[in-house]
């Protein structure tokens, strides 16, 4: 069974905060995405990465960066959280040369910036 | 123009009818087509995934695609409570090796 893990389902932070989101993924996919989800604006792609050290950005990369030094982990960086990142980050990942292109995707962090 | 639109609903159906839910995508190039069950406070889930034109049944679902009107279509026999959730169509565009755009999701709600 594939298994996407994040670090934290609920997140509590503060404005000017740095914020890190951690996503692994025990598959070794190539492949591994971050989305916010919001209320009528449904999954918008932040990032996505398809190979160590690789990234590139998606629909709404502004105020985020991430960090793949490792197959296995995906990370999301909040350099200076602001209030409008309040959201649900999804995590997933996914093996190119399947026909399914399934994505996996982790539980959630609902990340709250005050 | 989204790239990939659906009805943002609410759906109401009743139980043991069918739901009958639609997405439309801009790409003519995309190739694969995926529909994603969300239940609250969770993450989706892929239930049915079709890549080339008619239907496709897996149990009491069936995916619809008609490329030449760009239009792809999930369809839900004998609906039942567990099915009320938002339904997420994906679509991946013919010139990306990985990456899939999601419609921002379809509300249905199965009334007893």
């Known amino acids: 069974d594939v298994k996407v893990t994040q670090s934290s389902r609920y997140l509590v932070k503060r404005t000017g905060e740095k914020v890190f989101l951690e996503c692994v993924q025990d598959?070794?996919?190539?492949?591994m995405f971050w989305y916010r989800q919001d209320p009528g604006l449904g999954l918008r792609l932040i990032y996505f990465s398809y190979d160590v050290k690789m990234k590139e950005k998606g629909d709404i990369p502004e105020g985020y960066s991430v960090s793949r030094e490792k197959k296995e982990r995906f990370s999301l960086i909040l350099e200076s959280a602001s209030t409008n990142q309040t959201s649900m980050y999804l995590c997933?990942?996914?093996?190119?040369?399947?026909?399914?292109?399934?994505?996996?995707f982790g539980p959630g962090t609902r990340l709250t910036v005050l | 123009q989204k790239e990939v639109e659906q009805n943002s609903g609410p759906l109401s159906v009743p139980e043991g009818a069918i739901a009958s839910l639609n997405c439309t995508y801009s790409d003519r190039g995309s190739q694969s087509f995926f529909w994603y069950r969300q239940y609250s406070g969770k993450s989706p889930e892929l239930i049915m995934s079709i890549y080339s034109n008619g239907d496709k049944e897996d149990g009491r679902f069936t995916a619809q695609l008609n490329k030449a009107s760009q239009y792809v279509s999930l369809l839900i026999r004998d609906s039942q409570p567990s099915d009320s959730a938002t339904y997420l169509c994906?679509?991946?565009?013919?010139?990306?090796?990985?990456?899939?755009?999601f419609g921002s999701g379809t509300r249905l709600s199965i009334r007893p």
């Open positions: 997933a990942s996914i093996v190119t040369g399947l026909a399914s292109h399934e994505q996996f």
């Open positions: 598959m070794d996919h190539e492949n």
């Open positions: 994906a679509v991946k565009p013919g010139s990306s090796a990985s990456k899939i755009i």
